[in-house]
């Protein structure tokens, strides 16, 4: 069984560019979630997406959105970049309810904003 | 707040020196605590879940138990490829993360 793939691995961007981010979760999987991933911060929570529909959401600002496809494949934007956006971004893909089901990690989108 | 706090931050062994991290949680409503392995450049690789406190689970060298307000991951005669940063997680309906154990075992 496929695990979750992130497109593309890695990404250099410049400041107030924008970037879109894929991924694809293991097949069944319906909830799909984003995090940022810095040395500072550790793993955050952006955003869940569960059929389509965003279910709940990080304190993150609005630069930051998802949307997710029919077929549960999920992109992620970030809009106006600054310098702190630099991180590694990970998807997350899981049967259910985040908190209690397994959630299944990409390898992560390393983004790099100059 | 919710939060999940991990100790030590860095933790370096011999080969076989048995250890345990800890992982202490304030989360309202957890549903379950979650146990990942993350290597450099790699995305968290999961280990454990556990649901109600006094439950343990193992695998090869590791053991994960569960108290009402933390939990352990014991590591037995560990070997250099059990080398990584150790996450714990847990949530309602988002994981929170803790900052992370990183491991290091030495030949």
């Known amino acids: 069984k496929a695990g979750v793939t992130q497109t593309p691995r890695y990404l250099i961007k410049t400041r107030g560019q924008q970037v879109t981010l894929s991924c694809s979760p293991i097949s069944g999987h319906r909830s799909v979630s984003w995090y940022q991933q810095t040395p500072g911060q550790g793993l955050q929570f952006l955003f869940e997406?569960?059929?389509?529909?965003?279910?709940n959401k990080g304190n993150f600002p609005g630069r930051f959105s998802g949307r997710q496809f029919s077929n549960s494949r999920s992109e992620m934007n970030v809009s106006t970049l600054e310098l702190g956006d630099s991180a590694l971004y990970l998807c997350a893909s899981s049967l259910g309810m985040v908190g209690k089901n397994i959630q299944y990690f990409g390898a992560g989108t390393r983004l790099s904003v100059l | 707040e919710d939060q999940v706090t991990q100790s030590p931050e860095a933790l370096r062994l011999q080969e076989g020196e048995s250890s345990s991290l800890n992982c202490s949680y304030t989360v309202s409503g957890l549903r379950g605590l979650f146990w990942y392995r993350q290597d450099p450049g790699k995305g968290p690789e999961f280990l454990f879940t556990?649901?109600?406190a006094g439950e343990e689970k193992e695998k090869e060298r590791l053991k994960a138990t569960l108290t009402k307000k933390e939990s352990f991951l014991h590591i037995t005669a560990p070997k250099p490829e059990d080398s990584a940063t150790y996450l714990c997680?847990?949530?309602?309906?988002?994981?929170?993360f803790g900052a992370g154990t990183r491991l290091a075992v030495h030949p």
């Open positions: 997680a847990g949530g309602y309906n988002k994981l929170i």
């Open positions: 556990l649901y109600s």
């Open positions: 997406y569960f059929s389509e529909t965003q279910r």
